[in-house]
């Protein structure tokens, strides 16, 4: 089971810190990824960090401004974005699979979502 909290409303040029907590002790043998769905739009790729928490893989229209990190020994992954714009604006979703995947379909479980609003 997965939980997304973090979410609100920040001005443009602000930074928010999103959590993901897991329930469980297999944690460690999933992926965890973040995803994005504005409102009209499909669920984007936002980020996929490893098991380990060694490696992540940004879409492009984060890199630079999101980073991720995760503490498998406290089942939290956390995505830290700065100098947010209008566009972040969106539900972020975090979601685990046991195989890297950058696709929806790939992951069998997920939060419940966390809303970001940026305002200009």
């Known amino acids: 089971q997965l939980q997304a909290s973090g979410g609100g409303l920040v001005q443009a040029g602000g930074s928010l810190r999103l959590s993901c907590a897991a329930s469980g002790r297999t944690f460690s043998n999933y992926y965890i990824s973040w995803f994005r769905q504005a409102p009209g739009k499909e669920r984007d790729f936002v980020v996929c960090i490893s098991r380990s928490g060694g490696a992540a893989d940004f879409a492009d229209a984060v890199k630079g401004r999101f980073t991720v990190s995760r503490d498998n020994a406290k089942y939290t992954v956390n995505l830290q974005i700065d100098n947010l714009k209008p566009e972040d604006s969106a539900v972020y979703y975090c979601?685990?699979?046991?195989?890297?995947?950058?696709?929806?379909?790939?992951?069998?479980?997920w939060g419940q979502g966390t809303l970001v609003t940026v305002s200009s």
């Open positions: 979601a685990a699979s046991r195989s890297y995947s950058r696709q929806t379909q790939q992951y069998a479980y």
